[in-house]
C-alpha cells in the first residue's frame, strides 16, 4: 500500500502568555536576525512541553521532532493526555496552523473534524446548515445534493428540517452535524473526539459508520481520543504522544496497554530482583511478576479458550509473624476493579525468611475478549492489614476470539459482539414444559 | 529546487513552515466557490431574520442619511450640489460610499470574527471577504434601485434622467470601489490578528474617512481651497466624482484621478493578499 501521509521531523513552537507588550519588541528582534541571516533567535530556548511544571522560558514545543508514515487505509488513534500535543498535530494535518519547522507531505483529500457542526449558523434551516457545513468541510454543492436525503435519514431530524438549528435542542443539532461530516468522503479523513456525542444509539451508529469508513471504503482516518475503548475497537495503529514527543507507536491495543500503564514496559515479565529499589518494605520484597501459558511460555495474550497462569517470586527478607498472603487484583480496560484472588488458606503457608513463587491460574472461558490489567501485592493480615508491596496495572493481558477453540462461538455460529467483562461457560438447562 | 520540485510531484499537498510568498492558492478558491456562494447566501439571508422589515432595511438607512444631509450639509451649510437636485446627489453619494465602508469594515475583521471557524477547518481564508464583498453587492443592488426609484420620481418633477453611455462607467466604478475595499480590507484584517489597536483605530477612521470624500460635498466645492490635495490624494474621491458624473452628466469625470484610484487599488490588493497569505497560515497562533 502507498503511503499517503508522510510526516518529517514535524516540529511546533508556542509562546506562552499573552500577546501583547513584548510581542512587537520580540518581533523586532527576529526581523533583524533574519535580515542578518541568522537563525530565529526565539527557536532555541523551548523546551520540552510538561504543563504542571514552571518552565524557565515562555517558548514551549507544543511537538517536537515528530516523524512517522501512514500508509493508505490505515486507522491510526493517537492518544496522550491533555496538552500532549494530539491537537497540535491535528490541527497542523489539517493546515489550521502550520509547523515551526518539519514537514507534512499528503496524498489526496482530506477532511478534519476538529469539531462537529463547524461553520452551523443558527438562524439557518437544517437544510442550509447542511449544505453550508458541507462546503466548509470541502464538499461541492452536487455532492451534498447527492446525499443530502441519506444526511436526514442518518440524522433522523426529517421533521425539523426547515427549521432553524438554533431551535433544535442540542442532540438534534450535534447528531445532523455529524451526519454531515459522516457523509464526507475524503481519502483522508481526521478526527478529534467527536464522536463523543449524543446519546448511546446514535454513538453506535456512528461508531458502525466510521468503521465502514475505513473497512469498506479503505479510507485512511487519523483519529484522536481519551476513550480507550473507542480507539482499540477502531483503530489498528496507535500512538502516544507525551510532551510533545512521540513516545510509542505500535499496534492501537499495544498503544492502548502501554497508556494505560503509564508508558511502562509493556512486557509479560518483570523484573525487579536487579533493581536497587524494590517494590516492598522491610518485611517483603516483589522480585519478579509474570503471565505465562499452561505450557510455561511467557506471554501477554491469550485464546478465550485457553487458561493461563499470573505468577509472582517474592521474598520474605526475615522470619515473619504471620503468613503472607500474595494477591492478583485485575481491572478492565476501563479501570473497572473485577476481582481480587489470593490463596484461601493461608495457615499452613511457610513465614520463614527466604524466596517463594506465588502462582494464580486463571481457567480458560472465564474472562471476555479484552485488555486487563493485574495489580500485583502481598499483605499480611496481622493486627491489622499490612500491605508490603502492591504494583497497580505491573501485568496487562489481552484475552483474544479464538474462533475454533471458543466454545460459544463454535457451538452457536454467533459473530457478534459479547458483552460483558467475564463469560464463564455455565450449565443449562432448559426444558420444554408444555 | 527543480529536483525538489520533482521529488514532491506525486505529493498532492505539503505543508511546510514557510511558502513562496507568492503562492497564493488562487486556484484553490475556485474549487471552494460552492463555499463562497453559501456564504454570500448566509450573509445575506442571516441578517435579517427575525426582523419585521427584513431587507426593506437597506432602504431605510440610505433614506435617514441623505435625509441627515439634506438638512447638515444643504439646509444648515448650504454647500452647493453641482446643480444636480440635491436629494440625488447625496443618495448616489452615500449610496457607493456605503458600499466601499461596509466593505472596509467587515473585511477587516475577517479574521477576529471568524476564528472559531478558522481553528477547526481548512478552506481558503479568502473566500470569507470575498463572500463579504460579494454579498454587500446585492445590498447595493438594492441601494441603487432605490436611487433609481428616486430618480424616476424626480424624472418627472422636472429633472430628467438622460441615459447615455457614461452608465457603463458604473460597474467599472463599483468594482473599483469593490477592488479598494477589499485591498484595503484584508490588509488590515492581517494586521489586526496580532495588533488589535488596528481594529478599534479603523472603526472611527472610516468615520472620518467620509468628510474628505466628496460624499456631502461636490469635488469643484474644494478644488481651489488648501484642502484639495487632501482630496486629490484620496483614492475614493474621483471614484464618487466619477459616479455621479457617469449619473447625471454634471461635475467632473477625472481621467488622470480614476487612473490613481485604479493603481491605487491594485496595490493595495496585491499587498492584501500577499500578506494575507502569509498571515492565513499561521494566524491561530496569534489571533
Same mark, same amino acid.
Given at each position: 500500500?502507498?503511503?499517503?501521509?508522510?510526516?518529517?521531523?514535524?516540529?511546533?513552537?508556542?509562546?506562552?502568555?499573552?500577546?501583547?507588550?513584548?510581542?512587537?519588541?520580540?518581533?523586532?528582534?527576529? /526581523?533583524? $536576525?533574519?535580515?542578518?541571516?541568522?537563525?530565529?533567535?526565539?527557536?532555541?530556548?523551548?523546551? #520540552?512541553?510538561?504543563?504542571t511544571k514552571m518552565g524557565n522560558s515562555e517558548y514551549v514545543w507544543a511537538l517536537q521532532d515528530i516523524s512517522f508514515e501512514v500508509k493508505q487505509g490505515e486507522v491510526l488513534g493517537i492518544i496522550g493526555r491533555n496538552g500532549a500535543g494530539k491537537s497540535t498535530l491535528l490541527k497542523i494535518l489539517s493546515r489550521t496552523t502550520t509547523p515551526t519547522s518539519g514537514e507534512v507531505k499528503i496524498k489526496g483529500r482530506v477532511?478534519?473534524?476538529?469539531?462537529?457542526?463547524?461553520?452551523?449558523?443558527?438562524?439557518?434551516?437544517?437544510?442550509?446548515?447542511?449544505?453550508?457545513?458541507?462546503?466548509?468541510?470541502?464538499?461541492?454543492?452536487? #455532492?451534498?445534493?447527492?446525499?443530502?436525503?441519506?444526511?436526514?435519514?442518518?440524522?433522523?431530524?426529517?421533521?425539523?428540517?426547515?427549521?432553524?438549528?438554533? *431551535?433544535?435542542?442540542?442532540?438534534?443539532?450535534?447528531?445532523?452535524?455529524?451526519?454531515?461530516?459522516?457523509?464526507?468522503?475524503?481519502?483522508?479523513?481526521?478526527?478529534? #473526539?467527536?464522536?463523543?456525542?449524543?446519546?448511546? #444509539?446514535?454513538?453506535?451508529?456512528?461508531?458502525?459508520?466510521?468503521?465502514?469508513?475505513?473497512?469498506?471504503?479503505?479510507?485512511?482516518?487519523?483519529?484522536?481520543?481519551?476513550?480507550?475503548?473507542?480507539?482499540?475497537?477502531? +483503530?489498528?495503529?496507535?500512538?502516544?504522544? *507525551?510532551?510533545?514527543?512521540?513516545?510509542?507507536?505500535?499496534?492501537?491495543?499495544?498503544?492502548?496497554?502501554?497508556?494505560?500503564?503509564?508508558?511502562?514496559?509493556?512486557?509479560?515479565?518483570?523484573?525487579?530482583?536487579?533493581?536497587?529499589?524494590?517494590?516492598?518494605?522491610?518485611?517483603?520484597?516483589?522480585?519478579?511478576? /509474570?503471565?505465562?501459558?499452561? $505450557?510455561?511460555?511467557?506471554?501477554?495474550?491469550?485464546?478465550?479458550?485457553?487458561?493461563?497462569?499470573?505468577?509472582?517470586?517474592?521474598?520474605?527478607?526475615?522470619?515473619?509473624?504471620?503468613?503472607?498472603?500474595?494477591?492478583?487484583?485485575?481491572?478492565?480496560?476501563?479501570?473497572?476493579?473485577?476481582?481480587?484472588?489470593?490463596?484461601?488458606?493461608?495457615?499452613?503457608?511457610?513465614?520463614?525468611?527466604?524466596?517463594?513463587?506465588?502462582? +494464580?491460574?486463571?481457567?480458560?472461558?472465564?474472562?471476555?475478549?479484552?485488555?486487563?490489567?493485574?495489580?500485583?501485592?502481598?499483605?499480611?493480615? $496481622?493486627?491489622?492489614?499490612?500491605?508490603?508491596?502492591?504494583?497497580?496495572?505491573?501485568?496487562?493481558?489481552?484475552?483474544?476470539?479464538?474462533?475454533?477453540?471458543?466454545?460459544?462461538?463454535?457451538?452457536?455460529?454467533?459473530?457478534?459482539?459479547?458483552?460483558?467483562?467475564?463469560?464463564?461457560?455455565?450449565?443449562?438447562?432448559?426444558?420444554?414444559?408444555? | 529546487?527543480?529536483?525538489?520540485?520533482? %521529488? !514532491?510531484?506525486?505529493?498532492?499537498?505539503?505543508?511546510?513552515?514557510?511558502?513562496?510568498?507568492?503562492?497564493?492558492?488562487?486556484?484553490?478558491?475556485?474549487?471552494?466557490?460552492?463555499?463562497?456562494?453559501?456564504?454570500?447566501?448566509?450573509?445575506?439571508?442571516?441578517?435579517?431574520?427575525?426582523?419585521?422589515?427584513?431587507?426593506?432595511?437597506?432602504?431605510?438607512?440610505?433614506?435617514?442619511?441623505?435625509?441627515?444631509?439634506?438638512?447638515? &450639509?444643504?439646509?444648515?451649510?448650504?454647500?452647493?450640489?453641482?446643480?444636480?437636485?440635491?436629494?440625488?446627489?447625496?443618495?448616489?453619494?452615500?449610496?457607493?460610499? !456605503?458600499?466601499?465602508?461596509?466593505?472596509?469594515?467587515?473585511?477587516?475583521?475577517?479574521?477576529?470574527? =471568524?476564528?472559531?471557524?478558522?481553528?477547526?477547518?481548512?478552506?481558503?481564508?479568502?473566500?470569507?471577504?470575498?463572500?463579504?464583498?460579494?454579498? =454587500?453587492?446585492?445590498?447595493?443592488?438594492?441601494?441603487?434601485?432605490?436611487?433609481?426609484?428616486?430618480?424616476?420620481?424626480?424624472?418627472? %418633477?422636472?429633472?430628467?434622467?438622460?441615459?447615455?453611455?457614461?452608465?457603463?462607467?458604473?460597474?467599472?466604478?463599483?468594482?473599483?470601489?469593490?477592488?479598494?475595499?477589499?485591498?484595503?480590507?484584508?490588509?488590515?484584517?492581517?494586521?489586526?490578528?496580532?495588533?488589535?489597536?488596528?481594529?478599534?483605530?479603523?472603526?472611527?477612521?472610516?468615520?472620518?474617512?467620509?468628510?474628505?470624500?466628496?460624499?456631502?460635498?461636490?469635488?469643484?466645492?474644494?478644488?481651489?481651497?488648501?484642502?484639495?490635495?487632501?482630496? !486629490?490624494? =484620496?483614492?475614493?474621491?474621483?471614484?464618487?466624482?466619477? &459616479?455621479?458624473?457617469?449619473? &447625471?452628466?454634471?461635475?467632473?469625470?477625472?481621467?488622470?484621478?480614476?487612473?490613481?484610484?485604479?493603481?491605487?487599488?491594485?496595490?493595495?490588493?496585491?499587498?492584501?493578499?500577499?500578506?494575507?497569505?502569509?498571515?492565513?497560515?499561521?494566524?491561530?497562533?496569534?489571533?
Amino acid at each position: 500500500m502507498s503511503v499517503v501521509i508522510k510526516v518529517e521531523n514535524l516540529t511546533k513552537q508556542y509562546r506562552l502568555g499573552e500577546v501583547s507588550t513584548g510581542t512587537l519588541a520580540h518581533d523586532i528582534n527576529r /526581523w533583524w $536576525h533574519r535580515m542578518r541571516g541568522n537563525e530565529d533567535p526565539y527557536l532555541k530556548i523551548g523546551e #520540552e512541553n510538561d504543563r504542571t511544571k514552571m518552565g524557565n522560558s515562555e517558548y514551549v514545543w507544543a511537538l517536537q521532532d515528530i516523524s512517522f508514515e501512514v500508509k493508505q487505509g490505515e486507522v491510526l488513534g493517537i492518544i496522550g493526555r491533555n496538552g500532549a500535543g494530539k491537537s497540535t498535530l491535528l490541527k497542523i494535518l489539517s493546515r489550521t496552523t502550520t509547523p515551526t519547522s518539519g514537514e507534512v507531505k499528503i496524498k489526496g483529500r482530506v477532511a478534519s473534524l476538529l469539531e462537529v457542526g463547524t461553520g452551523f449558523h443558527p438562524e439557518l434551516s437544517g437544510r442550509d446548515n447542511i449544505f453550508l457545513n458541507g462546503a466548509i468541510l470541502g464538499m461541492t454543492r452536487r #455532492e451534498i445534493k447527492k446525499k443530502f436525503d441519506e444526511i436526514i435519514d442518518f440524522a433522523g431530524v426529517e421533521r425539523y428540517i426547515d427549521t432553524p438549528v438554533k *431551535r433544535y435542542s442540542s442532540g438534534m443539532y450535534v447528531r445532523l452535524a455529524f451526519a454531515v461530516a459522516a457523509h464526507l468522503e475524503p481519502e483522508i479523513l481526521i478526527i478529534d #473526539e467527536v464522536l463523543a456525542v449524543g446519546d448511546a #444509539e446514535f454513538q453506535k451508529k456512528c461508531l458502525g459508520k466510521m468503521k465502514d469508513v475505513s473497512d469498506k471504503e479503505g479510507r485512511t482516518v487519523i483519529f484522536v481520543s481519551h476513550s480507550m475503548p473507542m480507539i482499540a475497537a477502531l +483503530c489498528r495503529r496507535g500512538f502516544i504522544l *507525551r510532551n510533545g514527543l512521540m513516545t510509542f507507536d505500535g499496534t492501537a491495543a499495544s498503544a492502548v496497554h502501554n497508556y494505560q500503564n503509564g508508558g511502562k514496559d509493556n512486557s509479560a515479565f518483570l523484573d525487579y530482583s536487579n533493581q536497587s529499589k524494590k517494590p516492598g518494605d522491610h518485611l517483603a520484597e516483589l522480585l519478579q511478576t /509474570w503471565s505465562q501459558d499452561s $505450557h510455561g511460555n511467557i506471554k501477554s495474550e491469550f485464546g478465550i479458550g485457553e487458561s493461563f497462569i499470573i505468577g509472582m517470586r517474592y521474598s520474605l527478607r526475615v522470619e515473619v509473624p504471620m503468613a503472607p498472603l500474595p494477591n492478583f487484583h485485575f481491572f478492565d480496560q476501563f479501570g473497572q476493579y473485577i476481582f481480587v484472588s489470593s490463596p484461601l488458606e493461608n495457615k499452613h503457608l511457610e513465614v520463614a525468611q527466604g524466596e517463594y513463587i506465588a502462582e +494464580c491460574m486463571v481457567p480458560s472461558n472465564f474472562l471476555n475478549v479484552g485488555y486487563f490489567s493485574v495489580g500485583v501485592a502481598l499483605t499480611f493480615d $496481622h493486627k491489622g492489614i499490612h500491605v508490603s508491596f502492591y504494583e497497580q496495572h505491573a501485568l496487562n493481558i489481552t484475552i483474544t476470539e479464538n474462533m475454533e477453540n471458543s466454545v460459544t462461538r463454535s457451538t452457536n455460529n454467533y459473530g457478534g459482539e459479547i458483552p460483558g467483562v467475564i463469560r464463564p461457560i455455565l450449565n443449562w438447562n432448559v426444558k420444554k414444559t408444555s | 529546487m527543480n529536483q525538489s520540485m520533482q %521529488k !514532491n510531484e506525486d505529493w498532492d499537498l505539503v505543508i511546510r513552515p514557510k511558502s513562496s510568498l507568492f503562492h497564493l492558492h488562487l486556484a484553490d478558491i475556485w474549487h471552494y466557490r460552492d463555499l463562497l456562494i453559501l456564504f454570500i447566501k448566509r450573509d445575506f439571508i442571516a441578517q435579517y431574520k427575525q426582523t419585521i422589515l427584513g431587507p426593506l432595511w437597506h432602504l431605510i438607512q440610505p433614506i435617514l442619511t441623505t435625509l441627515v444631509f439634506l438638512l447638515l &450639509f444643504g439646509r444648515i451649510a448650504h454647500i452647493p450640489t453641482d446643480g444636480i437636485q440635491p436629494v440625488l446627489f447625496y443618495m448616489s453619494g452615500i449610496t457607493l460610499w !456605503n458600499y466601499f465602508s461596509i466593505c472596509l469594515t467587515s473585511t477587516s475583521n475577517t479574521f477576529i470574527n =471568524n476564528a472559531a471557524i478558522f481553528g477547526k477547518v481548512y478552506f481558503p481564508r479568502l473566500v470569507i471577504p470575498l463572500s463579504i464583498v460579494l454579498s =454587500n453587492l446585492i445590498r447595493l443592488g438594492i441601494q441603487f434601485g432605490l436611487l433609481l426609484a428616486t430618480m424616476i420620481w424626480y424624472h418627472f %418633477k422636472g429633472y430628467p434622467i438622460q441615459i447615455s453611455l457614461t452608465w457603463l462607467w458604473i460597474p467599472v466604478l463599483v468594482l473599483l470601489m469593490a477592488g479598494l475595499g477589499l485591498g484595503l480590507g484584508i490588509i488590515i484584517s492581517s494586521l489586526t490578528t496580532k495588533y488589535r489597536d488596528l481594529s478599534i483605530l479603523m472603526s472611527f477612521v472610516v468615520q472620518l474617512w467620509m468628510y474628505i470624500t466628496p460624499v456631502g460635498y461636490p469635488m469643484s466645492y474644494l478644488e481651489h481651497s488648501k484642502y484639495a490635495t487632501f482630496i !486629490n490624494l =484620496n483614492p475614493l474621491s474621483s471614484i464618487v466624482e466619477a &459616479f455621479r458624473y457617469a449619473l &447625471f452628466h454634471k461635475g467632473s469625470l477625472n481621467s488622470s484621478g480614476l487612473l490613481y484610484s485604479f493603481t491605487f487599488m491594485l496595490i493595495s490588493l496585491f499587498i492584501g493578499l500577499l500578506i494575507f497569505n502569509k498571515v492565513e497560515r499561521s494566524f491561530m497562533d496569534t489571533v
